[in-house]
């Protein structure tokens, strides 16, 4: 499970109700017929149609209440990261508001995703089977038609406004970086001042400790620009990746660059 | 050198930069510096005598096997070099995140390319392929604490290197002393930020670029001023590469007096935060920071600690000018000049 998760940022159970077309049957008379095909049909009273409709809308408008994704927000998503104050020129190391512009995209993304699954799952004709993985080919396809499909939303005048229309969430008002009045997160919110002897010895095994943190020296961030649980992420990330830790220092000549960034956000990749 | 010398090396107990600079064939750090730059400045003798300014690497790459025109590509450093083994060239790249029309960024590329041409020269031939000294050095490292601990620090002196040379070459001696009179610079008073500018113009660098450039020749004592003469560009920063912390105003170069009065001082640094001063200068410096395009005059008390011991403080008088620049956050400074003395004199 843990592999087939790693690099997904968002996925859904095969929970039945999403692909099956429930329905109800009653009898009116001798005729067996769903609720649907009832108020359609020119054989009862219009009364009773006109009823049929009236309860089916009612009926709608309670459904749609409750057929929505409801989305669980994690106070994480609005924390712009430990990464983003060790990566050079992060944008959000100075501004936390800059990090509504990657919840934008990741909004843009899974909304354009969501949409390609149905559209694909119709393009079937529903003949899926979801109880099994993708082929490559099924997922090769799959990612043509979000490619096609960013394409197309970047003619589609509606499309940013559609964006904001589904969701609720006012993200200016969440966006925070650490020791932020705005953070929810009670672990961040009350942190201690950081102290990197305590939090390498607490995090990194004692084989680990010297090179971990000459690789954390490497990374050219004053020890000091981090509360205790930021240090505790960093060094957890160092410790779990610990064989990887001297590629960090493996750079090309490069000017305004002392270690390699790509390994470091690797270290982020694993969703551990 | 081979990978079996550099190997034997390593396991005579021989330092790491003893190893690094034994391999580059060099007796000392300056020795290599001042190497370098003769190559380069030899290289470029045509468009010295000429006064041809701003000087043009691009012309004299080919003599060491760097392709002029630079590759254009993304990331969040401004540059890199590389070697193409099957082209048996180097190709030096340049991050421009925007097409570089405006000047300060075609100035920062051109620090770029010279900063990328001098790691050229820190790569050996090895049967027929050029390798970083940097890589053979560490090749042995047995220990990774060790070997990480080492690449730092290598990369940490050829990095100030690079700079230097960049520096060095951009804006050779020979020129800098003629178009560079401090004496006449700091007797124009409030006109000297006038005449950095145009010398930068000229030499086609930042003013940062140009006031380290006289920061580096005043220690080579190429240039060596009097009466206290000191000049710091100060900017928003989280300070240097290899030690960022949280963002606030602090210097980005300077040169100040080393001794007043014989009295060997502790000068402030690149990163060097402000609040060092003392809170009447901090604030000062603070509001001149946020004042939009404005200048003046100043009499104010810097407090710079002993050489000999950081803790005991020197009570400093900085008499001079400021003038604060640039629109864009990125680009905003101020810049600070005039005589520093001991307040009690």
């Not at chain 1, 993304?109 to 969501?114: D, E, N, S």
Request: proline share 3%.
């Amino acid at each position: 499970m843990k592999e087939s998760l790693s690099g997904l940022f968002f996925w859904t159970t095969p929970y039945k109700q999403l692909y099956k077309d429930p329905a109800i049957l009653v009898r009116v008379n001798e005729k067996l017929a769903t609720i649907e095909q009832l108020k359609n049909d020119e054989g009862i009273s219009d009364s009773l149609r006109s009823r049929i409709v009236a309860g089916v809308n009612d009926a709608e408008t309670k459904n749609e209440a409750l057929w929505k994704f409801y989305v669980f927000i994690s106070d994480s998503l609005f924390y712009t990261g430990v990464l983003a104050k060790i990566l050079q020129e992060h944008p959000c190391q100075d501004d936390p508001q800059r990090h509504a512009e990657h919840l934008q995209v990741a909004k843009s993304l899974i909304v354009r995703a969501v949409f390609c699954a149905w559209e694909y799952w119709n393009f079937k004709q529903k003949k899926i089977n979801l109880n099994e993985g993708s082929t490559f080919a099924e997922l090769s396809e799959l990612l043509r038609l979000l490619i096609a499909k960013r394409v197309s939303d970047q003619l589609d005048v509606g499309y940013e406004q559609m964006l904001e229309d589904v969701s609720g969430v006012q993200i200016s008002q969440y966006l925070h970086g650490e020791n932020s009045p705005k953070c929810r997160d009670v672990r961040y919110k009350f942190d201690e001042a950081g102290n990197f002897d305590e939090a390498l010895h607490q995090v990194v095994t004692e084989g680990d400790r010297e090179k971990v943190e000459e690789a954390f020296n490497s990374l050219g961030v004053d020890k000091n620009l981090f509360e205790m649980e930021e240090l505790v992420e960093v060094l957890t990330k160092l410790q779990n990746n610990s064989d990887q830790l001297i590629d960090l220092t493996e750079t090309v000549a490069a000017r305004n660059q002392t270690f390699n960034e790509s390994v470091l956000r690797s270290f982020w990749n694993d969703l551990g | 050198m081979t990978l079996a010398k550099a190997n034997r090396a390593a396991s005579n107990n021989e330092s790491i930069e003893a190893r690094y600079l034994r391999i580059l064939k060099a007796a000392s750090i300056e020795e290599l510096e001042e190497r370098i730059v003769s190559k380069l400045v030899q290289g470029l003798s045509n468009q010295i005598e000429q006064r041809v300014l701003p000087l043009k690497l691009s012309k004299i790459a080919n003599q060491f096997l760097i392709e002029p025109r630079p590759l254009k590509i993304s990331g969040s450093h401004d540059g890199e070099l590389e070697y193409n083994q099957g082209k048996n060239r180097f190709f030096i790249k340049l991050c421009s995140p925007t097409s570089a029309t405006d000047q300060p960024l075609l100035n920062r590329q051109r620090f770029t390319y010279a900063h990328e041409m001098a790691h050229r020269f820190f790569f050996v031939e090895q049967e027929n392929v050029w390798v970083r000294a940097i890589d053979l050095a560490t090749a042995t490292t047995l220990s990774p604490a060790e070997r990480i601990r080492e690449r730092r620090h290598l990369n940490h002196i050829e990095e100030s290197l690079c700079n230097r040379i960049a520096h060095s070459v951009l804006i050779p001696d020979s020129i800098l002393l003629e178009r560079c009179n401090l004496d006449h610079w700091f007797g124009r008073k409030d006109a000297l930020y006038r005449t950095l500018s145009k010398a930068s113009n000229e030499f086609g660098v930042s003013r940062e670029c140009m006031v380290a450039r006289i920061g580096t020749a005043i220690r080579r004592k190429v240039i060596e001023p009097k009466d206290g003469k000191c000049l710091m560009v100060i900017a928003k920063s989280r300070g240097t590469i290899t030690q960022r912390g949280r963002e606030a105003l602090r210097v980005k170069v300077c040169f100040f007096p080393r001794k007043l009065n014989d009295q060997a001082l502790a000068v402030p640094f690149p990163g060097f935060e402000l609040h060092r001063f003392g809170p009447t200068a901090e604030q000062f410096f603070e509001q001149g920071f946020g004042s939009g395009d404005s200048s003046g005059e100043m009499d104010l008390s810097l407090s710079l600690s002993r050489h000999s011991n950081r803790e005991t403080q020197v009570p400093t008088r900085l008499v001079g000018w400021w003038r604060s620049y640039g629109t864009t956050p990125s680009y905003r400074r101020l810049c600070v000049w005039g005589t520093l003395s001991l307040s009690n004199c």
